[in-house]
């Protein structure tokens, strides 16, 4: 992406590759953006990527996170068919998990997909019920990330301006935090979330 990255409400970018972005990146409230790999802020031209040369921000009160939900199955149920959609019931949520059903053996669900994200404050209670579909009885036993955790897998940051790169959401990396040339990276204190102020100098 040569340019900002904005995702507003209801929107939803995931991807599980790796993303360049020479622009700001924008989650507003009500966005979700899953990034399963790692996150390289930095230009990108003719199948090379090098430095930024302006400064860059990832800000907003949207979802930042590393995972897809996931579930396994705990009974396949019966009468179900390939393209149901499962979603997952008990909880407390804004989104519930949505789960397709890719493969059915005699009527029962034996392989799904995450179908979106999820946003649960209480995870339900496993194994899970399940609404939707053609059929009755799959349950599922689902993971703890349906929880957001305001994580990204890895970051890279290749920026030479001045200003750098200022981190103005409450993010932690999972991965690896790599500083390429000369970059500064400055994460903000906020009366919310207390973090730590950072400066990182590569030359």
Do not use: M, W
């Amino acid at each position: 992406i040569l340019g900002n990255l904005t995702i507003n409400s209801g929107g939803d970018f995931k991807t599980s590759g790796t993303n360049y972005i020479a622009g700001n990146i924008t989650v507003n409230n009500g966005g979700v953006f899953t990034n399963e790999n790692t996150l390289t802020l930095a230009s990108y031209a003719g199948g090379v990527y090098g430095p930024s040369t302006t400064a860059q921000t990832i800000s907003g009160a949207g979802i930042f996170r590393n995972k897809l939900p996931t579930a396994t199955i705990t009974a396949g149920g019966t009468g179900y068919v390939l393209g149901d959609v499962l979603t997952v019931s008990g909880g407390t949520y804004t989104s519930p998990a949505k789960f397709l059903v890719i493969t059915v053996t005699s009527g029962a669900v034996t392989a799904i997909t995450a179908l979106g994200n999820s946003n649960y404050s209480v995870l339900p209670t496993t194994p899970a019920s399940t609404t939707g579909g053609t059929g009755s009885g799959c349950t599922l036993t689902t993971s703890t990330n349906l929880i957001p955790t305001a994580s990204l897998a890895s970051l890279t940051v290749n920026n030479t301006n001045a200003s750098g790169v200022t981190i103005g959401a409450p993010l932690s990396v999972s991965g690896t935090l790599t500083s390429v040339s000369y970059t500064h990276l400055r994460a903000h204190e906020t009366s919310l979330h207390l973090v730590c102020r950072l400066l990182l100098e590569k030359k």
